[in-house]
T-cell receptor, first 111, second 113 residues
Framework: TQLLEQSPQFLSIQEGENLTVYCNSSSVFSSLQWYRQEPGEGPVLLVTVVTGGEVKKLKRLTFQFGDARKDSSLHITAAQPGDTGLYLCAGVGNQGGKLIFGQGTELSVKP | NAGVTQTPKFRILKIGQSMTLQCTQDMNHNYMYWYRQDPGMGLKLIYYSVGAGITDKGEVPNGYNVSRSTTEDFPLRLELAAPSQTSVYFC????????????FGSGTQLSVL
């Protein structure tokens, strides 16, 4: 069974700080996605990375896919209270192409 | 655009009762999915469908059933509800499969007491 492990599980920081969330696996994934979920809502896709070593930027968010396509990271620069939410990584595995989710990172950014 | 619509938003069931969670999408997506989300556990795939008339099991299918008679609708049936089925349920759809963007509904919070 392919698994995605996210760390940390919880993160509470002050506005303006930088942070990195990690998504790791012992398996290779053909692509990885990052979603953000707010309370009472479904996850919303932020980005998809498909090439080993790929880096994508979305304003203050930087996403990286590991060279071996087994891990990914999300870096937020100068975090703001609006970044608060649950961040989920998800990968397309080799088991019939199903999307497998990590357990999520709960981020709280305090003003 | 409505996107993916789930009903009801909240529901409380007694042990042994049955219910159907409704999901409909208006984007003409072929793929539809049901996930459950428990605290600290991410999302677990219950069932999915690649088109009308075709369904398949995900990671945690026991205690659930689905049908896909139309492209738009993908209801999830709980038979003989158990406390272990207390969770938040999300329906999602995508155009070409999981490698592309999934669109999620806003979820159904279900408690089985």
């Amino acid at each position: 069974t392919q698994l995605l492990e996210q760390s940390p599980q919880f993160l509470s920081i002050q506005e303006g700080e930088n942070l990195t969330v990690y998504c790791n696996s012992s398996s290779v994934f053909s692509s990885l996605q990052w979603y953000r979920q707010e309370p009472g809502e479904g996850p919303v896709l932020l980005v998809t990375v498909v090439t080993g070593g790929e880096v994508k930027k979305l304003k203050r968010l930087t996403f990286q896919f590991g060279d071996a396509r087994k891990d990914s990271s999300l870096h937020i620069t100068a975090a703001q209270p609006g970044d608060t939410g649950l961040y989920l990584c998800a990968g397309v595995g080799n088991q019939g192409g199903k999307l497998i989710f990590g357990q999520g990172t709960e981020l709280s950014v305090k003003p | 655009n409505a996107g993916v619509t789930q009903t009801p938003k909240f529901r409380i069931l007694k042990i042994g009762q049955s219910m159907t969670l409704q999901c409909t999408q208006d984007m003409n997506h072929n793929y539809m999915y049901w996930y459950r989300q428990d605290p600290g556990m991410g999302l677990k795939l219950i069932y999915y469908s690649v088109g009308a008339g075709i369904t398949d099991k995900g990671e945690v299918p026991n205690g659930y059933n689905v049908s896909r008679s139309t492209t738009e609708d993908f209801p999830l049936r709980l038979e003989l509800a158990a406390p272990s089925q207390t969770s938040v349920y999300f329906c999602a759809s995508s155009l070409l499969g999981p490698i592309v963007k999934l669109f999620f509904g806003s979820g159904t919070q279900l408690s089985v007491l």
